[in-house]
Structures are given as C-alpha cells and as structure tokens.
C-alpha cells in the first residue's frame, strides 16, 4: 500500500474517483478494478473522534459512499448533520460532564445521572436514534460484586422511560489494563450480570472488541455466548488501536462472520486510530468487515 502522506482535501477529492477503480481481492482488501459492492449482512458505523480533521459535513459525504450508514459517538448539536446526509448515529455520545471514570456504580451519582438521562432520553427518541452510550465508572476500591449492585439500583431507575421512548442504554466495555485504568465494566461477564439483573432489553452492552481482546481474548466464543446482552460493536487493531488489517493479531472477517452468525442486526462501528492515510485506512477496514 502506498503510504504516502497526502492532504485531507485532496484525498476527500479523490475518494469518488477512487471507487471507480478498487475491487475486493479474496481476502477482503481493495484492489485495482471494479468498485466493491457491500454485502449488506454487516451495517457499518464510524466514531467521527478518530477523524477529528475532517469536518463532519465532509466526513458524511465521504463515508456515505463507502457504503456506511451511521457516525456515531456524537453530541446532539452533530445529529441534524449526519440526518442532513442520509445517516444515522448509531450510538448518541453520553450527557456532558458525565464520562467514563465517573458513572453508574456509585450511588452517590445516581440522583444526578438519572437526571441528565431522563433530560436525554427523549431527545434521543425524538431525533429518531436507537442508543445512548451510559458507563459504570471506575471502581476507586468498589468491590465488583457491590458495584454490580449499585449499577442496578441506579439503572433501574431509568428503564420505564427507556422502555417507553424505545431507546437502549448501552454500557460500554472497556479495558482497564492499558487505556482506562481501574475502569469496572472490564469484563464481559460483569457487564451481562448488570443487565440480566436490570432485566430489561433497554439495556445492553457496547462490546469493544479492541478492550475485551485485551482484558479476556477468546472474543468469537464471547461473542456467541453473550450476544443477546450486545446492542452495538466497536472495532479496533491490538496492539494499538490501529488499522484493523493484517498489521494486527485480531482476524475481523471472522470475528464479523461470528457476529453476522448470531443474527445481530445492529451496527459495526469502527473505532480505530488511523496511523496512514486514514480514508484509506476506513474504506479498508469496511472492506475486511463486509462479509
């Protein structure tokens, strides 16, 4: 691949152009030829922070014609942009003031956190968008078991509003070895214990491949067991959170085919940083993914 640095404007410029001239080569990557067709058993989504750059009205245009449909982790003042465009935000980002070392296993923020949601919840609902990313925060000498427990009575609070307004709380997981340290929603299973004890299906998780590959591995056997508890997936190369090619240890198109096998209807979101060009870089990581 070409690593050549070029400007955003002209790979923006070019990115049309460039369509007309790749192909999908057997292993999923584009290649000089005929402009890939997406098979449509993944709906692909893209965190607009990883292309801070790029203005949003242009990154809509783009990525619209890679076959994308969301861009996603957005504030609401984003939303009427990416709709302008003909896309969704698959996942709303979370109130102000409220991020991940700071959440829902602290009864002490229950009173607050309840309030900005149900201001949120709402709003969501109204503009017509299905997931409201929410976070356990980190666990300062929580227990495991008693921040469960306090992440369930602050939850539940909220769950006949969500239910009513059809709009899905998604917990994110996140490693706490190298990005997010002492971060409680850390595993998989914790994550599922909260909301199989919240027992409603307007809370889910936000399975990021990425962080579970760092915390737990075994992401394809994860992933079948623990699918009915995910609402929404976020993609990323470890080591590093890089491109998701063969640069990296994880296999995409499998994990993607596990994902698709599981009858998930939901969105695919990528979240890496991109270290080329990083249009390119996108377009490929959709490539590998559409399977």
């Known amino acids: 691949m070409n690593t050549r640095k070029i400007s955003r404007r002209s790979a923006i ?55 994308i449909e969301s861009v996603e982790l957005l504030v609401q003042k984003d939303w009427e942009t990416v709709q302008k465009h003909g896309l969704t935000c698959a996942m709303c980002s979370g109130p102000a003031g409220w991020g991940i070392p700071k959440g829902w296993n602290r009864i002490e923020n229950h009173d607050k956190l309840v309030e900005v949601y149900e201001q949120m919840i709402p709003i969501v609902a109204n503009a017509g968008l299905p997931n409201l990313i929410c976070f356990s925060g980190n666990r300062d000498g929580l227990d495991d078991q008693k921040g469960i427990e306090n992440c369930v009575v602050g939850l ?29 929603a850390d595993h998989t299973a914790w994550g599922v214990e909260v909301c199989k004890r919240v027992g409603s299906e307007r809370l889910k998780l936000l399975y990021d491949i990425y962080h579970m590959q760092i915390m737990e591995g075994d992401v394809i056997a994860t992933i079948k067991e623990s699918h009915p508890y995910i609402a929404h997936y976020h993609t990323g190369g470890n080591p590093g959170r890089n ?29 890496f940083i991109p270290k080329r060009d990083p249009l390119t870089s996108l377009r490929q990581s959709i490539q590998i993914c559409d399977v």
């Open 156 to 184: 539940k609070r909220l769950m006949k509003l969500a239910e009513e307004k059809k709009v899905t709380l998604v917990m994110e997981l996140l490693n706490s070895k190298r990005n997010h340290k002492d971060y409680q």
């Open 13 to 67: 410029t070019s990115i049309a152009a460039a369509a007309g001239a790749l192909a999908v080569s057997r292993d999923g990557i584009a290649a000089e030829g005929a402009a890939p067709k997406l098979k449509g058993r993944i709906r692909h989504s893209v965190s607009k922070w990883c292309y801070g750059k790029i203005p949003l009205d242009e990154f809509c245009r783009v990525v619209k014609e890679m076959g």
């Open 243 to 271: 491109e998701i090619d063969d640069t990296q240890e994880l296999n995409y198109s499998a994990i993607c085919r596990a994902i698709v096998a599981t009858g998930y209807k939901g969105f695919v979101g990528q979240e």
